[in-house]
Every structure is written in structure tokens, then in C-alpha cells.
């Protein structure tokens, strides 16, 4: 797994966000379309791609991408 195609794939699945414009660093929690709809694409992502199931606790836990990207590779 890398850090960039989970990104890619973070940005595919949420509405409205340009490709190419976060990074592992990105804060996503942030981001002006961050919200409960971005919450639910990101868990269907997160197990569409990866067969990771996580909670929407520990996705809030998460503050960057790449905390989200190694909590992920941690379930797998």
C-alpha cells in the first residue's frame, strides 16, 4: 500500500475536492468538505479498496492522511 494512491483514492472519494490537492500531511478534517457525507464515502472507500473496516471514532482520531493511511495499514 502507499501513501500516495491512498490520497488518490481519499480524494476520488470525497465530493468536490480536486485531484492532486492533499497530501499524507493534509489536515482532512479541515477541508471545506469535510463532513458527515465525506465521513461515510471515506469508510465505504477505506473498505471498498482496502477491506478495512473502521469506525467513525477512529477516523476522527486521525488529524492527517498519513495517520490515517498507517491506521489503516494497522487493520489490515
Not at 485531484?19 to 482532512?28: A, I, Q, W
Not at 469506525?55 to 482520531?61: C, L, R, V
Not at 498507517?70 to 487493520?75: F, M, V, Y
Request: proline fraction near 0%; glycine fraction near 2%.
Amino acid at each position: 500500500m502507499d501513501i500516495n494512491k491512498f490520497v488518490r483514492n481519499f480524494e476520488d472519494a470525497i465530493d468536490n475536492v480536486d485531484e492532486n490537492t492533499l497530501s499524507g500531511e493534509s489536515k482532512f478534517q479541515e477541508i471545506a468538505e469535510w463532513d458527515s457525507l465525506a465521513l461515510l464515502s471515506t469508510l465505504a472507500m477505506l473498505d471498498s479498496e482496502y477491506n478495512v473496516s473502521l469506525s467513525g471514532e477512529e477516523i476522527k482520531s486521525c488529524s492527517t492522511l498519513q495517520q490515517l493511511f498507517d491506521l489503516t495499514i494497522s487493520k489490515k
